[in-house]
């Protein structure tokens, strides 16, 4: 199942595949367990009332995401956690 907004990528069985984040092209593999910690982790963020928070692709590009894409991606997550489990 495909996933187009903040993030795009594939549902798979036991794993949701990452292509783009933003207008960026990536591919990642997370597992249901770091969606898990990712949501965990974000939601700590939002709630705090962080106003904005950098994410790293490819492990050396930091994309800046402000308050309210921090809420739309966490929503998406959260819809693609679901889907999995």
Same mark, same amino acid.
């Given at each position: 199942? $495909?996933?187009?907004?903040?993030?795009?990528? /594939?549902? /798979?069985?036991?794993?949701?595949?990452?292509?783009?984040?933003? %207008?960026?092209?990536?591919?990642?593999?997370?597992?249901?367990?770091?969606?898990?910690?990712?949501?965990?982790?974000?939601?700590?963020?939002?709630?705090? &009332? $962080?106003? /904005? %928070?950098?994410?790293?692709?490819?492990?050396?590009?930091?994309?800046?995401?402000? %308050?309210?894409?921090?809420?739309?991606?966490?929503?998406?997550?959260?819809?693609?956690? &679901?889907?999995?489990?």
């Amino acid at each position: 199942m $495909e996933v187009n907004g903040l993030i795009s990528g /594939e549902i /798979e069985e036991n794993a949701f595949v990452l292509t783009k984040f933003k %207008h960026m092209d990536t591919q990642s593999v997370i597992s249901r367990e770091r969606l898990e910690a990712i949501c965990n982790y974000l939601m700590k963020k939002v709630d705090s &009332g $962080e106003q /904005e %928070h950098f994410i790293t692709l490819n492990d050396q590009m930091p994309v800046r995401i402000n %308050h309210s894409e921090m809420e739309e991606l966490l929503q998406e997550l959260n819809d693609i956690r &679901g889907r999995l489990m």
